[in-house]
């Protein structure tokens, strides 16, 4: 029973090593600043700092997530349920959509040729109801 309880052990290392060895991060931005429209009728500057200021693009075979602080401990928006969608993907541009369930709509455009992102945000989320737009550098 020992042999079989090393080789199922040993199997799920080596799944899960591979697994994350598949993951390769194309852009790690930081520092969002912008300005948002909130629904009390005015615009403010705003920003994202520290870990909700990260964003990372990362590919697993042919797909997408993007997370918010580093991974693998970082909240993204695959593990909160929701999609990241390629939309455009040309001349080391690429866009993409991505949405939760609980009323976050994103759009992110990342340009690998000037190391920077623009988010266009949109948020549902009470109690803070605003669209944004922001930039940030990447690395």
């Not at 994202?48 to 200021?53: T, V």
Request: with cysteine; hydrophobic share 40%; aromatic share 12%.
């Amino acid at each position: 029973m020992k042999p079989l309880k090393f080789i199922i052990s040993a199997s799920i290392i080596f799944f899960l090593s591979c697994a994350m060895g598949f993951s390769q991060t194309i852009a790690d931005c930081s520092n969002l600043v912008g300005k948002a429209y909130y629904q009390s009728g005015e615009w403010k500057e705003d920003s994202f700092s520290g870990n909700r200021g990260i964003r990372i693009l990362q590919k697993n075979g042919d797909d997408f997530d993007i997370f918010y602080g580093q991974p693998p401990g970082g909240k993204s928006v695959r593990k909160f349920g929701g999609n990241v969608i390629p939309l455009v993907t040309q001349n080391n541009v690429l866009q993409f959509l991505a949405a939760d369930p609980a009323g976050l709509l994103e759009l992110y455009l990342f340009d690998l040729n000037t190391k920077t992102m623009t988010l266009s945000q949109q948020s549902r989320m009470s109690p803070i109801i605003k669209t944004g737009t922001y930039v940030a550098k990447c690395k």
